[in-house]
């Protein structure tokens, strides 16, 4: 009796000193699962993503819609940055081509469900990397070259888009409202005083939708241009013109891997003076996550025409890296070229080439 109760202790001692350890990592893995649910609930807000399964460092998520590779790649970098998740994998609900279940997971909401909320944090159409008139904060160096003149320029932009609501729809996709707001300032580096050339003040109500890798943008906008006082007055022959006019444009956008197209046109509602109505624009760009350690490489190319300069397109490129914290602040460092009809109102009918190196924020 002595020696089977003797014998039982020292069987019994290693499931004991076990156990707590079993006991802990249970726990842990409890505790890293309900962190990334909020973490995701709280910056993506509508899409119903979840942690179906976690394992160590290595979780498996689900969401109440498909996904595009964008936004994975984005909820990626924000777990990796958190330090607690090594390794993302993703449920079938994320995938586009998969059907929706017909049950969802107890963890995972129904995709047929539908939920609006106020105010979200992100957008849903990306923002076109070399668009010269996308709203944005940015400063940029480059040497203009124009028929009439070649100079070094300063172009300075303060813009932002904000969301007023989103409402996410199952398998059906996400979608937004916003405002956008922005001027675009360009400054004569070589004049004595640095004169202010051109002002484009620019305010617009977007709509976007969003389903896996497809985004759509269909935005009402009003953009007027001012000379520079300095400007007018160290050039008293120069021909003003009041230009000013609303536009609605609409433009559809697929990911695909690393890369993103986007292609739509716009037609102008009223203007000053008359213009022809018709616009077209269409892009490509590139991402390479982590080229150069925490930095992402980013190339682009935009091209815009439009009926009133006869369809003469344009092209506007850029190429840099990126830099991306845990929030959702960016920073790039691009240059930049451009060769077409100038993006400065005033001057929209003048041929302009010019080379330089900007730097982009992103809040």
């Known amino acids: 009796m002595i020696l089977t109760s003797v014998f039982r202790r020292w069987l019994l001692l290693p499931l004991v000193g076990v156990w707590p350890l079993v006991a802990m990592a249970q726990t842990g893995d409890a505790y890293l699962r309900g962190y990334v649910d909020a973490l995701l609930d709280s910056r993506y807000a509508g899409l119903g993503l979840r942690a179906l399964a976690v394992a160590e460092e290595r979780v498996t998520l689900g969401a109440r819609t498909c996904l595009g590779p964008s936004q994975k790649r984005d909820i990626e970098l924000l777990l990796q940055q958190t330090g607690k998740v090594s390794t993302v994998a993703w449920d079938d609900s994320t995938d586009c081509d998969k059907p929706a279940p017909a049950v969802a997971e107890p963890e995972l909401p129904l995709r047929k469900r539908v939920e609006i909320r106020p105010l979200p944090e992100r957008e849903l159409f990306a923002p076109l990397i070399a668009d010269p008139r996308q709203p944005r904060f940015s400063m940029s160096y480059q040497h203009y070259n124009t028929p009439r003149d070649s100079f070094n320029a300063a172009s300075v932009a303060f813009g932002e888009y904000f969301g007023l609501a989103q409402g996410s729809f199952g398998a059906r996709g996400t979608s937004q409202i916003g405002i956008q707001g922005a001027v675009f300032a360009l400054f004569n580096l070589d004049a004595a005083s640095s004169d202010l050339i051109n002002a484009d003040y620019w305010i617009g109500l977007p709509w976007s939708f969003r389903h896996g890798p497809w985004s759509y943008q269909v935005k009402l906008y009003h953009q007027s241009s001012h000379l ?136």
């Open 228 to 363: 520079g006082d300095e400007f007018i007055l160290g050039n008293p022959g120069v021909n003003r013109v009041n230009l000013s006019y609303e536009e609605i444009k609409g433009l559809a956008s697929y990911e695909w891997e690393r890369w993103r197209v986007y292609g739509g046109g716009g037609y102008i509602l009223h203007s000053e003076p008359e213009l022809q109505r018709k616009r077209a624009q269409a892009g490509v760009e590139y991402l390479w996550p982590h080229a150069v350690r925490e930095l992402d490489f980013i190339a682009a190319v935009d091209m815009q025409a439009s009926e009133e300069l006869d369809w003469k397109s344009g092209l506007s490129a850029q190429a840099g890296f990126e830099f991306r914290g845990i929030s959702q602040h960016r920073v790039r460092l691009m240059l930049e070229h451009f060769d077409g009809h100038s993006p400065n109102g005033q001057f929209y009918r003048e041929r302009l080439r010019y080379t330089g190196l900007g730097l982009y924020f992103r809040f």
